[in-house]
């Protein structure tokens, strides 16, 4: 199983970046997706789940401003960040369990500042 985050980067407040996450030896559209993200001196936090069904769920931080959305035939896994500000600069991963062990991407910078 293999996780590998893209998409990150430097972007003004305000801006937008889209984050993917591609997988390979597992069917993503069978498991639940989160993004998580670790901010430098704090812990690794949820910001959104996607479901085998589809269904989303946001950190309070992101609600309104960031989407997570799949495509099922590029096995791949969205994150849409809209409106960025400063403190959604951090490290970007993603999540999934598989046969009850987490597997973790390799992060992805996304730092949003003048």
């Known amino acids: 199983v293999q996780l590998v985050e893209s998409g990150g980067g430097l972007v003004q407040p305000g801006g937008s970046l889209r984050l993917s996450c591609a997988a390979s030896g597992i069917i993503f559209s069978s498991k639940i997706v989160d993004w998580y993200r670790q901010a430098p001196g704090k812990e690794r936090e949820v910001v959104a789940t996607?479901?085998?069904?589809?269904?989303?769920s946001y950190a309070d931080s992101v609600k309104g401003r960031f989407t997570i959305s799949r495509d099922i035939p590029k096995n791949t896994v969205y994150l849409q960040m809209n409106s960025l500000k400063p403190e959604d600069t951090a490290v970007y991963y993603c999540?999934?369990?598989?046969?009850?062990?987490?597997?973790w991407g390799q992060g992805t910078q996304v730092t949003v500042s003048y």
């Open positions: 999540h999934t369990m598989h046969w009850n062990s987490p597997y």
């Open positions: 996607i479901t085998s069904g589809g269904y989303t």
